[in-house]
């Protein structure tokens, strides 16, 4: 039984689900789901990730984690982890770089929070044969650390989806995911049945709210690691630095938009990141924070269009092609400007690199 038909059974037999549980299926139903039995990244899948069109974008935030580490006193040991580290680029580009400092490396315990099967072997084959070797943890509230942390998440916060609530002529319902009567994946609206925090802005009706729970966890779980060990959790994600409407919810498959309810589990299924409610469940936790850059000045700040010269000098044949993958990372209508950087920090004990005013 497919996951499609699962889900049909599923919500006929207990009612339309939250978008938020169906996101959750779509891409870790242990059978059928993307992340879980399928996931395809790259120019050939259904979606490439910035680490995957430059060498430049891991390297850089492999020197951004080797700057931080020094601000925080080069302690002798401390944790890199990167939370869904997708094939294992971003994370081979940063230790390549790192190099440059050998005892940012000797120091390095290097922690990796993957459930999925598929591309943890992925990862260790991409880390083979490396100075520093991964161990994996399946999740990032699993683990214990026992010193500093270095944090790295790209393009996680689009993978914990939000609940949606709709504002209508009556007032509010939450957005469902249900069956219509000749057997299709349908949304509908169903009475709110939780509490959930109403937006301070006014809404027309038909707009959609959407509430990051889990985005907010993740949140808080960084503001606690870095507040009881010290270090920093850097967020790098395509969304929004603002409360505001919309509905955010997309799927894609080789590039292209599908609809969301099309192809549960074989397409990739997402929503924006939240950083406003990201940044603030950390700061109640305790840690401080910066604000959001966009990606295309965060990198600039690190030093991406020097790293993209001195690449094109040694290249010549390969300068045009470096440019556009410069372009494609920075530019304010590509990457530049709907990525976001953000950083959790141990409060009042770090200025962190690429955040400085």
């Given at each position: 039984?497919?996951?499609?038909?699962?889900?049909?059974?599923?919500?006929?037999?207990?009612?339309?689900?939250?978008?938020?549980?169906?996101?959750?299926?779509?891409?870790?139903?242990?059978?059928?789901?993307?992340?879980?039995?399928?996931?395809?990244?790259?120019?050939?899948?259904?979606?490439?990730?910035?680490?995957?069109?430059?060498?430049?974008?891991?390297?850089?935030?492999?020197?951004?984690?080797?700057?931080?580490?020094?601000?925080?006193?080069?302690?002798?040991?401390?944790?890199?982890?990167?939370?869904?580290?997708?094939?294992?680029?971003?994370?081979?580009?940063?230790?390549?770089?790192?190099?440059?400092?050998?005892?940012?490396?000797?120091?390095?315990?290097?922690?990796?929070?993957?459930?999925?099967?598929?591309?943890?072997?992925?990862?260790?084959?991409?880390?083979?044969?490396?100075?520093?070797?991964?161990?994996?943890?399946?999740?990032?509230?699993?683990?214990?650390?026992?010193?500093?942390?270095?944090?790295?998440?790209?393009?996680?916060?689009?993978?914990?989806?939000?609940?949606?609530?709709?504002?209508?002529?009556?007032?509010?319902?939450?957005?469902?995911?249900?069956?219509?009567?000749?057997?299709?994946?349908?949304?509908?609206?169903?009475?709110?049945?939780?509490?959930?925090?109403?937006?301070?802005?006014?809404?027309?009706?038909?707009?959609?709210?959407?509430?990051?729970?889990?985005?907010?966890?993740?949140?808080?779980?960084?503001?606690?690691?870095?507040?009881?060990?010290?270090?920093?959790?850097?967020?790098?994600?395509?969304?929004?630095?603002?409360?505001?409407?919309?509905?955010?919810?997309?799927?894609?498959?080789?590039h292209e938009k599908v609809d969301p309810l099309s192809r549960p589990g074989e397409a990739d299924v997402t929503m924006w990141a939240d950083f406003p409610m990201v940044l603030n469940a950390a700061l109640k936790i305790g840690a401080d924070v910066t604000g959001c850059r966009g990606q295309g000045d965060f990198l600039r700040a690190l030093g991406i269009e020097t790293r993209a010269t001195r690449l094109a000098e040694a290249r010549p044949d390969a300068a045009p092609v470096i440019g556009r993958q410069l372009e494609r990372l920075t530019a304010a209508d590509q990457m530049g400007q709907l990525f976001k950087a953000a950083c959790v920090f141990s409060p009042r004990t770090l200025e962190v690199p690429g955040f400085e005013?």
């Amino acid at each position: 039984m497919s996951l499609r038909d699962r889900l049909v059974r599923d919500i006929r037999e207990s009612g339309p689900i939250t978008v938020a549980d169906y996101v959750t299926r779509c891409l870790h139903d242990p059978q059928d789901g993307y992340y879980a039995t399928r996931p395809k990244l790259g120019a050939g899948g259904d979606f490439i990730t910035a680490p995957l069109i430059s060498q430049m974008f891991g390297e850089l935030i492999g020197l951004w984690a080797v700057e931080t580490w020094h601000r925080l006193g080069a302690p002798d040991r401390f944790h890199v982890i990167e939370v869904g580290p997708g094939d294992g680029t971003l994370m081979s580009d940063a230790l390549r770089a790192a190099h440059a400092d050998p005892a940012f490396i000797q120091a390095t315990d290097l922690v990796l929070i993957e459930p999925s099967a598929p591309l943890r072997d992925a990862q260790a084959r991409m880390l083979a044969n490396g100075d520093v070797e991964p161990r994996w943890v399946r999740s990032l509230e699993g683990f214990e650390p026992d010193s500093p942390v270095i944090l790295i998440a790209n393009e996680v916060l689009d993978c914990l989806p939000a609940r949606q609530y709709v504002r209508t002529d009556d007032g509010w319902a939450e957005r469902r995911v249900g069956v219509s009567d000749d057997g299709e994946l349908v949304f509908g609206h169903a009475r709110i049945v939780d509490r959930f925090v109403k937006p301070e802005f006014e809404l027309v009706p038909g707009q959609v709210f959407e509430v990051a729970g889990q985005q907010a966890v993740f949140g808080e779980v960084c503001g606690r690691l870095v507040g009881e060990h010290g270090g920093a959790a850097l967020l790098i994600d395509y969304g929004r630095d603002r409360p505001e409407a919309g509905d955010t919810l997309q799927a894609l498959v080789r590039h292209e938009k599908v609809d969301p309810l099309s192809r549960p589990g074989e397409a990739d299924v997402t929503m924006w990141a939240d950083f406003p409610m990201v940044l603030n469940a950390a700061l109640k936790i305790g840690a401080d924070v910066t604000g959001c850059r966009g990606q295309g000045d965060f990198l600039r700040a690190l030093g991406i269009e020097t790293r993209a010269t001195r690449l094109a000098e040694a290249r010549p044949d390969a300068a045009p092609v470096i440019g556009r993958q410069l372009e494609r990372l920075t530019a304010a209508d590509q990457m530049g400007q709907l990525f976001k950087a953000a950083c959790v920090f141990s409060p009042r004990t770090l200025e962190v690199p690429g955040f400085e005013a």
